[in-house]
């Protein structure tokens, strides 16, 4: 099933070894449904830019970017920052980081856990560590509070749990 079609509905294949998770707490229980549409938003975004972009250009189209990301990004930053100790993230860094020749990493899905705490779930070919940096800004501009990740998981974790956000 290729990556666009994950984003868009809980894949019905299961994936070759071991799947990288991130344990992410939204504000609310109510509001994990809404993360989750949000979240597969912008990494929709990120991989139509990944087929579709001259990463050559200076800029990136921010076309496919949701509307709501503008309003988003201001109250990512501190939340971001006071865990990671890094800049905020511009639009123009995001989809910079889906230059195919770059990530290692490709959408799974994006899980309820319990209560307002989601799994994103990423295949990272089994590796533990990858650079996932663009993960972390885009979960907190989707509305997280915090994040723990990315830890590995096998597969049956990820097939008992209930996709949040899609449209299957």
Avoid: H
């Amino acid at each position: 099933m290729p990556e666009l079609a994950r984003i868009a509905n809980r894949p019905d294949v299961f994936p070759d070894g071991l799947l990288s998770v991130f344990y992410i707490e939204v504000e609310a229980w109510n509001e994990a449904e809404v993360f989750g549409r949000r979240l597969r938003e912008l990494v929709g975004a990120g991989v139509k830019a990944g087929l579709e972009a001259d990463f050559e250009s200076e800029t990136i189209s921010e076309a496919d970017v949701p509307a709501w990301a503008a309003d988003a990004w201001a109250e990512a930053a501190p939340r971001y920052a006071a865990q990671r100790g890094d800049e905020e993230w511009t639009v123009q860094d995001l989809l910079y980081s889906f230059d195919p020749r770059q990530r290692t990493w490709s959408w799974w899905d994006v899980t309820a856990v319990s209560g307002n705490i989601v799994c994103m779930w990423i295949d990272s070919r089994g590796e533990a560590v990858y650079g996932c940096e663009e993960l972390r800004w885009m979960v907190y501009a989707a509305g997280a509070r915090s994040v723990v990740g990315p830890l590995l998981r096998e597969v049956g974790e990820w097939e008992r749990s209930t996709s949040l956000g899609n449209n299957s």
